[in-house]
Nanobody, 126 residues
């Protein structure tokens, strides 16, 4: 089992940047594919970005391509989401999650993830 704790959310003006971090407990972090997701009020949770267990494969939703970057540091048990050129429509609670199956690809489906953090609020003002 792994526990995930997100941080780095906050209030930012449109065009600004934030960097989210997700710290994982346990010694098997490098065996998990990781993902970032978001959920706005009244909307379904959606995949924002995903990264394979080694970091060699990544996935981005079309809405964030070119603006967001997912990365991981397996030595620090941490996955990051660098968010640039933020837009009001990026406002949501952001979650990180871990897929325990150890797949070498980026896992894109919400339902494929086993462990979830508590979420961090990102608010982008216009």
């Amino acid at each position: 089992q792994v526990q995930l704790v997100e941080s780095g959310g906050g209030l930012v003006q449109a065009g600004g940047s934030l960097r989210l971090s997700c710290a994982a407990s346990g010694r098997t972090f490098s065996g998990y594919a990781m993902g970032w997701f978001r959920q706005a009020p009244g909307k379904a949770r959606e995949t924002v970005a995903a990264i394979s267990r080694t970091g060699g494969n990544t996935y981005y939703a079309d809405s964030v391509k070119g603006r967001f970057t997912v990365s991981r540091d397996n030595a620090k048990n941490t996955v990051y989401l660098q968010m640039n050129s933020l837009k009001p429509e990026d406002t949501a609670v952001y979650y990180c999650a871990a897929d325990r199956r150890g797949r070498g690809s980026a896992v894109t489906m919400v339902g494929e993830y086993d462990y979830w953090g508590q979420g961090t609020q990102v608010t982008v003002s216009s």
